[in-house]
């Protein structure tokens, strides 16, 4: 009986919890205003250190194999990081070969593009706070420098990394034109860009319906996102600039990527020392993303959000 009631309690605990995340989550909007806005989160999220503590040295998804399986969380986002360089073909570059991680946040994915691959690695991001934290955690044996950029206009010259890595960067990218012409410009002739997003389903092809358009509005507000571009319409986009040999190779990683959004939430439920380590504010700071983890679960698992996964070969002659 005693383990009967200890189990309604636990139940009604995360109701209670679930339901003042929502309320949080409705008084409190947010809307995308400018790159300040992204930077200023990214600065908060990372000088409280509650994303870090529960999301590790990746502010990404983890891949869990195809089909997905059972793996730890912060394990499935290093995973990630591997097959993207095997998916793009990355690992039959050679060690000393040059980098640059577009929207590197705090620098895991950089770290192990360097430690393991032997890469040199460039990594930027937007965030003043996020560079801070990057060099902190690399040991100065790993070759891994970062800096404040704007992937919008990059302060590289033309031609000047072998490959360009980006991971769901993109949705903070208000002109996705711009974006894809800064990526292929600043690769070297017959370099390799790869990136990892998330998606909007192509509603070129089946237009969004009410509901839908009020999930994808609910989406971009909460996370300082302008708009997500569709696979389809970003690969357009790479073609069009001009710079791309043959054409853009895409995936979708959906599958492989989606036990992250519920994993995520049960971070927070099993590692409870974290509301203690960060407070009440910490604690309601973290609960107020409950709603949107789950509106992207409802997202990437419907089809109306994809994972998508890009390829593309700088030309060897300028167009």
């Not at 946040?105 to 950089?110: A, D, E, T, V």
């Not at 930027?124 to 955690?137: D, G, M, N």
């Not at 012409?181 to 092809?205: C, H, I, S, T, Y």
């Not at 996102?225 to 791309?244: C, D, K, M, N, Q």
Request: proline letters at 5%.
């Amino acid at each position: 009986m005693g383990g009967l009631f200890s189990g309604l309690g636990l139940i009604v605990g995360l109701i209670g919890l679930i339901a003042i995340a929502i309320i949080v989550y409705l008084f409190t909007a947010r809307r995308y205003q400018s790159s300040d806005t992204v930077a200023s989160s990214y600065d908060q999220w990372t000088e409280d250190g509650i994303l870090e503590y529960y999301w590790g040295e990746h502010i990404h998804l983890g891949h869990y194999g195809s089909p997905p399986r059972k793996k730890d969380f912060l394990v499935a986002k290093s995973d990630f990081v591997h097959e993207m360089v095997r998916w793009g073909g990355l690992d039959k570059f050679p060690p000393g070969t040059t980098v640059l991680d577009v929207g590197c946040g705090i620098g895991g994915s950089s770290r192990i593009l360097a430690r393991d691959y032997g890469f040199v690695v460039t990594g930027i991001t937007i965030s003043p706070q996020q560079v801070k934290r990057a060099i902190e955690l690399t040991p100065q044996e790993v070759s891994a420098n970062f800096l404040v950029d704007d992937a919008m206009a990059l302060s590289f010259p033309d031609e000047s990394f072998d490959i360009v890595w980006s991971i769901e960067a993109g949705p903070h990218m208000p002109d996705k034109m711009v974006f894809a012409k800064e990526l292929m410009r600043v690769l070297k002739p017959g370099g390799v860009l790869v990136v990892a997003d998330w998606n909007q389903r192509d509603d070129r092809q089946i237009p969004l319906n009410f509901w839908e358009k009020i999930v994808m509005q609910q989406l971009l507000d909460q996370w300082s996102h302008p708009a997500f571009a569709s696979i389809e319409g970003f690969s357009e986009l790479l073609t069009a600039t001009g710079l791309v040999e043959g054409e853009v190779i895409t995936a979708d990683w959906t599958q492989e990527t989606l036990p992250s959004w519920l994993g995520s939430i049960w971070e927070g439920i099993v590692r409870p020392q974290g509301w203690i380590r960060f407070g009440l504010p910490g604690l309601i700071k973290s609960l107020r993303e409950v709603p949107t983890l789950l509106l992207m679960r409802l997202a990437f698992g419907t089809g109306l959000c994809r994972f998508g996964m890009f390829r593309a070969v700088r030309s060897k002659s300028s167009v």
